[in-house]
């Protein structure tokens, strides 16, 4: 699965930036076991069934439907271009159910310290 294009693009009241992505293949529940990897993940099937949201905190947030093509994203603004490529490697090396957590794994490691201390100083 892959990000193929933005269609959305919104600045929110929190200070975050939200996109709206187009996915290459239809999200589903395993996509987002596998996210709990990475951060908080919580099914909301009082907002719709296959409704998950998926948080990592300094990051970014995730919200969609299983089945959907197409889901929202809200960035802190003060990392974004930091990011940025992060949540595009968590969609395209999660090769349907066979992710690579090691580069994954090596690669947050890596960023989790730019993005602390980018946001809070050494």
Known sequence: MRVVRSIRHKSCA???LMKEFVLSAPL???FFSYLE???????MPDLGEGFY???KTDFFSI???AGD???EVR???EVMDLTTDFLYSLFSLYR???PDFPTLKRRESALAGRVHEHLYGK
């Open 14 to 16: 929190d200070g975050t």
């Open 28 to 30: 589903t529940a395993g």
């Open 37 to 43: 990897n990475f951060g908080r993940v919580e099914a």
């Open 53 to 55: 949201t998926f948080e």
């Open 63 to 65: 919200k969609g439907f």
């Open 69 to 71: 093509t197409t889901v």
């Open 75 to 77: 960035f802190r603004r």
């Open 96 to 98: 349907d159910g066979d």
